[in-house]
């Protein structure tokens, strides 16, 4: 509840405030409608199962999420995963995969994991949007050209069976598929006309000019799903058994990290429109309500939708009264509504998923990244977006996820830097000694940067590279922020392996965090204790005494 709270305590339910809140949410519903049927019918669903989840993750997620201007419903980065999880689980499988995401995401909140999400790297981020648009582009070309759905299960088997039956399409459904998509390209750019929801005015239109043309063989939402119930979602526990839990372990957790990463962007484009900051753990534990509480009702997984947010906030919502206004909307025209949904044509639906996966793939963006990142960056997100496209989603981000950590790594281990230093840099440490040089035998190392496994190969190698052993051998440790386990171990090997040589090794300046870990890894034991000293001046006093 913290962000009714804040928006509570910001004055947002003050009468000034109502209007432009329950207009938002009037126009927000209106919008999440047509969507919400298109993302049913892609995800394998049926369109009021869309419905249902938008109305209810509005509802829940606006009440305890974590951003007071969030939208959350059914959105195009699930179609996807969704659709493959119908295809062989059924939707069944479905609702309990998404009950399962739910405890997860509740779990990620109070764990406080939102933010670690924050940091998956923007190329793997844009390259499986960009792959999960194109996929959705074509997965609906059967609705849009009136073809039948291809058997094939990989996307270029997809594709080369739909070009092939690109002569048979069906006319009349082609063509109340592009007077869709043209109504969505033009509306927007029209004055006066450009305050209306595009999505809504093309499935209007097209359902109008069919309702009074009756097209043969163009398929509707009546033909193919016996129309829309009217009434409220039943309450309904799907039948879980332990064999179901354990085999959709792995489609919950996709569910679930792409739901938190879809949600907490949308969270941040929506605090750089409105001014707002959220809380992205409270975000976290309001999805994972929603998503356990959305499958007892007949929807599916919902999560953040930056469209519909952006929606919210263009059109004056400031508070969580928007999204509840948004999902009462949705009620109404399911009890009042719903039996005249029936007329609704498919094309036009695939028309609007047309331009969600347009907006999906930031195609300006992706080129822009292309163009612009460095070849690392640009190599991890052709290979995400590839991956997506003919693989599989999950093995992308994986895989992208892995690469962008192993590049970091490798140019964090080239940032820690092991050098020795001379008199000549020593000198204003030499001087408050009253010494001009240092002791003879004695060589001074400074390890900068943080000390970890990427970095030990380097340190090995300068050490090596000594030639001739010294009687004493200076480690500062001033610019180390921290040590790992592998740095700690490798540190500790170079230690015993000089002394077995007869060379003293004396480590200075760690930090206190640092100096409890030389301690706790026995490098403090290895060394001998009159060896790890505070300063540089302590360190110079006792190399001088072994010297001696």
């Known amino acids: 509840m913290i962000a009714v709270l804040e928006a509570q305590r910001a004055g947002l339910f003050k009468r000034q405030h109502i209007l432009p809140n329950l207009i938002a949410g009037v126009v927000v519903g209106v919008v999440a409608l047509p969507l919400a049927m298109a993302f049913a019918i892609a995800s394998g669903a049926k369109p009021e199962q869309g419905i249902y989840t938008a109305l209810i993750a509005g509802l829940v997620v606006g009440l305890c999420g974590g951003s007071r201007v969030q939208i959350a419903g059914p959105t195009g980065a699930f179609i996807v995963i969704l659709a493959a999880i119908t295809a062989q689980h059924g939707i069944v499988g479905l609702e309990i995969a998404t009950m399962m995401a739910g405890v997860i995401l509740l779990l990620m909140g109070v764990a406080k994991l939102g933010g670690v999400i ?5 190329p793997v981020i844009v390259g499986f949007t960009a792959g999960i648009g194109v996929i959705i582009w ?12 291809p058997t094939a299960t990989h996307f270029h088997e997809k594709l080369w069976v739909l070009l092939q039956s690109l002569t048979h399409l069906h006319w009349a459904t082609t063509a109340l598929a592009a007077l869709g998509l043209a109504v969505l390209l033009i509306t927007p750019k029209v004055k006066y006309l450009n305050r209306l929801p595009a999505p809504l005015i093309a499935m209007l239109l097209v359902t109008l000019i069919q309702y009074f043309a009756q097209f043969a ?22 039948e879980i058994t332990l064999a ?31 001014g707002t900051r959220h809380d992205s753990n409270q975000e976290l534990i309001g999805q994972g309500l929603a998503n356990m509480v959305i499958p007892l009702f007949g929807g599916f997984a919902a999560t953040g939708a930056i469209a519909r947010t952006a929606t919210n906030i263009r059109n004056g919502g400031n508070s969580p009264l928007a999204s509840v206004i948004h999902s009462v909307t949705l009620l109404l025209i399911l009890l009042f509504l719903a039996p005249l949904a029936a007329h609704i044509p498919l094309a036009v639906l695939a028309a609007i998923l047309f331009i969600v996966a347009w907006n999906m793939s930031e195609v300006k963006h992706f080129f822009y990244m292309l163009t612009h990142a460095p070849r690392a960056d640009v190599a991890i997100l052709l290979i995400t977006f590839f991956l997506t496209v003919f693989a599989d989603l999950v093995v992308a981000v994986n895989i992208g996820v892995i690469l962008a950590t192993m590049h970091f790594l490798r140019r964090m281990s080239m940032s820690v ?7 000549k840099t020593l000198a204003m440490d030499l001087l408050s000694q009253g010494l001009m040089k240092l002791p003879t035998g004695v060589l001074v190392y400074s390890i900068e940067g943080p000390f970890f496994f990427g970095a030990v190969e380097n340190f090995q190698r300068v050490l090596h590279d000594t030639h001739t052993d010294p009687k004493v051998l200076i480690i500062r440790l001033l610019r180390v922020p921290f040590m790992d386990m592998t740095g700690l171990q490798t540190l500790d090997e170079v230690v015993a392996s000089l002394q077995e040589r007869g060379v003293v090794v004396i480590l200075c300046e760690a930090n206190e965090m640092v100096s409890t870990k030389l301690a706790r890894s026995g490098v403090v034991e290895t060394l001998k204790a009159e060896n790890l000293l505070p300063t540089f001046a302590a360190a110079i006093c006792r190399a001088d005494a072994v010297c001696q």
Request: net charge negative; proline share 10%; glycine share 12%.
């Open 118 to 122: 924050k940091f998956i790297p923007a």
């Open 244 to 274: 179901r839990l354990i085999e959709l372990i792995g489609p919950a957790f996709t569910i679930a990290m792409l739901g938190a990463i879809e949600s907490l962007l949308s969270a941040v484009v929506a605090d750089g429109m409105a």
């Open 138 to 149: 074509l997965g609906q070309w059967p609705a849009f050209f009136g073809l039948p759905t």
């Open 217 to 238: 063989g163009v398929k509707t939402i009546g033909s193919a799903f016996g129309g829309i119930p009217q009434g409220l979602p039943a309450f309904a526990w799907p």
């Open 417 to 423: 830097e092991v050098a020795p230093q001379d008199e």
